[in-house]
């Protein structure tokens, strides 16, 4: 299947720093790709769709300001996690689509990304 | 309840064994799709079945698709201790632009 490198894996930052999350498909072209947020035990909590060479449009409750999002190529989705306080904490997960023809789409996912904001 | 939910929520069988995962969901849908997540990983795309396929296997996985009851199925077989994990079932759904996940079903093989 389709590869997404997600980098980096594991971060920790103080509180009030701003961290960087890279999301890239590396065979393919992805011209949508979204930005997860996951508790322990927990299912995937969409944040945002990331659409190449627009603004991302984010779900319910996200603040945008916060979590900025850019997908400047059809590669690459970056997510900023802007001012990270300690709630902030969590599992950062981003996927991308590929289309697989009549049937719709899929979505490849990166390894994830643990952040911890002391 | 949401689109694309999966029961058992765990399940806990002894090396060997089969581990059957079901998951339900709601709208019309293109394909269906079933992913695996080890603990602090991301989540690994295991087999896609369209909405005209029924059945589809992947060496010991086997995956039922039933859209007159929208619910799909995924069966392990002979389960070994490294499939423990949680499995989550995706759809993606006419016009909906994203796939929806459910909650997933967390899977323990004992050896």
């Known amino acids: 299947g389709a590869v997404v490198s997600q980098h980096p894996s594991w971060v920790i930052c103080k509180s009030g720093t701003s961290v960087k999350i890279e999301c890239r498909s590396l065979?393919?072209?992805?011209?949508?790709m979204f930005w997860y947020r996951q508790f322990p035990k927990k299912s995937l909590m969409l944040m945002a769709t990331?659409?190449?060479?627009?603004?991302?449009?984010?779900e319910q409750g996200v603040e945008k300001d916060k979590f900025l999002i850019n997908h400047a190529s059809l590669t690459l989705s970056t997510l900023t996690v802007t001012s990270a306080h300690p709630e902030d904490s969590s599992f950062y997960i981003c996927?991308?689509?590929?289309?697989?023809?009549?049937?719709?789409?899929?979505?490849?996912f990166g390894a994830g990304t643990r952040l911890s904001v002391l | 309840s949401q689109q694309g939910e999966e029961d058992p929520q765990a399940l806990s069988i002894q090396e060997g064994e089969n581990a059957t995962m079901n998951c339900s969901y709601k709208t019309s849908i293109n394909n269906l799709q079933w992913y695996r997540q080890n603990s602090g990983r991301g989540l690994v795309h295991l087999i896609l079945i369209r909405s005209n396929e029924r059945e589809k296997h992947s060496g010991r996985l086997r995956v039922t698709l039933d859209t007159s009851k929208k619910s799909s199925s995924l069966l392990i077989t002979a389960s070994r201790a490294a499939d423990t994990a949680s499995y989550f079932c995706?759809?993606?759904?006419?016009?909906?632009?994203?796939?929806?996940f459910g909650d997933g079903t967390t899977l323990t093989v004992k050896p």
């Open positions: 990331s659409n190449e060479g627009s603004k991302a449009t984010y």
């Open positions: 995706a759809t993606d759904a006419i016009n909906a632009g994203k796939s929806t």
């Open positions: 065979d393919f072209q992805a011209t949508t």
């Open positions: 996927s991308a689509r590929d289309y697989v023809g009549n049937f719709g789409n899929i979505q490849y």
